[in-house]
């Protein structure tokens, strides 16, 4: 029989101090973005900060709330939050308020509530009840399937609000499958794929192309040791190439040497299968496949960027190639966040001293770019302090999720590490300019009650999960 625990004594409190650390931080820091000398008090409801404590507040009673619930009733009502999500985010779509140019808030007088935020962690408890009562392996065709839907249908729904930053977390819970037994190689074709769509913008697609088959002459010799196969593919190619170079150079044809490559390439992948179906060669077709694949994803980036993307979102991914040196527009923001980072230094301006934000050169400088702030008055030191504090979050939230004695709640503990880790890693990069500005908070800094009580729902109801760990098996 599962013994009882004093749920106050079995809290993880250094999870809790790294928490309202990092609340009081961000509190500090909104008040230091939106400061006005004409309302200094940080307890003025009437400003942005005042407001953020109100959110804080409500934050630490929702947390309290969490904690003294039945750890059991999570796992048990799990589908019934998601399904409540999905009702939310449908209903946005008809009754909501659209701001920026996304329709994703319900707005409650003075009150905004914005659902796709709570969507995450009820997306997480339902990953997480589902994976927790599969007796077979995650990586069961089925079951990847019934996965993949719970994760896509909050997504998609999210997408059609036009708020495709919030979307693009939900990728972030393919890293908890492979926590659970998936393999590593989904992980490695998700930043191939990543990087042949970056490639794909910068280089010359034949040229990508050609590049890809002497990564898979290579690849297939690594992989099946057939030195003799992979040689005579490599011969192959470089001979027709030269013959077909040298043919358009002798009859003076206004070909492009790019294209001439891609056929000899093509007709060396032909030769390359006969010989290997000959000689009963291992793994060629897989081999083969990839590189048709990848070569067909290649020639589909320009419809998928063009066609699929919105203008901005290109312009962004530009912006970030440096195939736009747009500083004035839409790279405005990123432009004017480097510059406030870069001008803190090593130990920043000084609280209430930070010139690009006090004139608000950076715009959203409490929200998505709130870490310009504690870059520019606390500079790089301070920025580290930041930075250490997630990362220190992170690793000990890894740490109690690897001690879970029920599935359900390492799941689950894996789902929050992997939610924050992006929302970290990526809000931080667009703030000097390493990733693309697609508008998510930074966890417990950014200005906003929805993003602070849906993070501190997340982490306390695994934190709840990791306190009676000894009664949930």
């Given at each position: 029989m599962p013994r009882k625990t004093n749920i106050l004594a079995q809290l993880d409190w250094l999870t809790i101090l790294?928490?309202?650390?990092?609340?009081?931080?961000?509190?500090?820091?909104?008040?230091?973005?939106?400061?006005?000398?004409?309302?200094q008090s940080i307890f003025d409801t009437g400003q942005r900060y005042g407001k953020q404590l109100i959110w804080i507040v409500l934050a630490l009673a929702i947390?309290?709330?969490?904690?003294?619930?039945?750890?059991?009733?999570?796992?048990?009502?799990?589908y019934i939050f998601?399904?409540?999500?999905?009702?939310?985010?449908?209903?946005?779509?008809?009754?909501?308020?659209?701001?920026?140019?996304?329709r994703s808030w319900f707005d409650f007088g003075s009150f905004r509530f914005q659902p796709a935020e709570f969507a995450k962690f009820a997306t997480a408890?339902?990953?997480?009840?589902?994976?927790?009562?599969?007796?077979?392996?995650?990586?069961?065709p089925r079951n990847l399937a019934v996965l993949l839907g719970i994760v896509l249908v909050p997504a998609a729904l999210i997408l059609l609000q036009n708020d495709t930053g919030s979307a693009l977390v939900y990728g972030v819970f393919v890293l908890v499958l492979y926590r659970e037994g998936l393999t590593g190689y989904v992980l490695v074709l998700a930043a191939g794929t990543a990087l042949l769509f970056v490639l794909s913008l910068l280089a010359s697609k034949p040229m990508l192309v050609v590049?890809?088959?002497?990564?898979e002459f290579f690849s297939f010799l690594f992989l099946s040791g057939r030195l003799k196969e992979a040689l005579v593919g490599l011969l192959v190619f470089g001979g027709l190439s030269g013959l077909a170079l040298g043919a358009a150079e002798m009859l003076g044809l206004e070909t492009a040497d790019e294209d001439l490559l891609t056929v000899a390439l093509v007709l060396a992948n032909m030769v390359f299968v006969v010989l290997s179906?000959?000689?009963?060669?291992?793994?060629?077709?897989?081999?083969?496949?990839?590189?048709?694949?990848?070569?067909?994803?290649?020639?589909?980036?320009?419809y998928i960027f063009h066609e699929v993307l919105q203008e901005h979102q290109r312009t962004r991914i530009n912006v970030l190639l440096g195939l736009d040196l747009d500083t004035q527009n839409t790279g405005y923001n990123v432009h004017q966040s480097k510059v406030a980072i870069g001008s803190g230094g090593w130990t920043g301006k000084g609280f209430l001293q930070g010139t690009q934000t006090k004139y608000d050169f950076v715009p959203e400088q409490s929200t998505d770019f709130i870490f310009c702030t504690v870059g520019e008055e606390w500079g790089f030191w301070g920025s580290t302090i930041v930075v250490m504090l997630f990362v220190a979050l992170i690793l000990r939230l890894l740490f109690l999720a690897e001690r879970q004695r029920s599935s359900f709640?390492?799941?689950?503990?894996?789902?929050?590490?992997?939610?924050?880790?992006?929302?970290?890693?990526?809000?931080?990069?667009?703030?000097?300019?390493?990733?693309?500005?697609?508008?998510?908070?930074?966890?417990?800094?950014?200005y906003g009650g929805s993003s602070l009580w849906a993070f501190t729902i997340?982490?306390?109801?695994?934190?709840?999960?990791?306190?009676?760990?000894?009664?949930?098996?």
């Open positions: 790294l928490y309202l650390s990092m609340v009081l931080l961000g509190w500090i820091n909104i008040y230091a973005a939106v400061y006005n000398e004409e309302f947390a309290f709330w969490i904690v003294v619930v039945d750890g059991k009733a999570y796992s048990f009502f799990a998601y399904a409540v999500m999905l009702i939310l985010l449908v209903g946005v779509l008809l009754f909501g308020r659209e701001v920026a140019g996304s408890l339902a990953f997480a009840k589902y994976v927790s009562t599969r007796e077979q392996s995650v990586a069961t590049s890809l088959a002497l990564i179906y000959l000689k009963r060669v291992p793994r060629v077709y897989t081999a083969i496949l990839v590189l048709l694949g990848a070569s067909l994803f290649t020639y589909s980036v320009d709640s390492r799941v689950y503990g894996y789902c929050v590490v992997s939610i924050l880790f992006f929302h970290m890693a990526i809000n931080i990069g667009m703030t000097i300019g390493l990733a693309p500005v697609i508008g998510i908070p930074l966890p417990f800094f950014s997340q982490l306390f109801i695994f934190i709840r999960l990791d306190a009676s760990r000894a009664e949930l098996l």
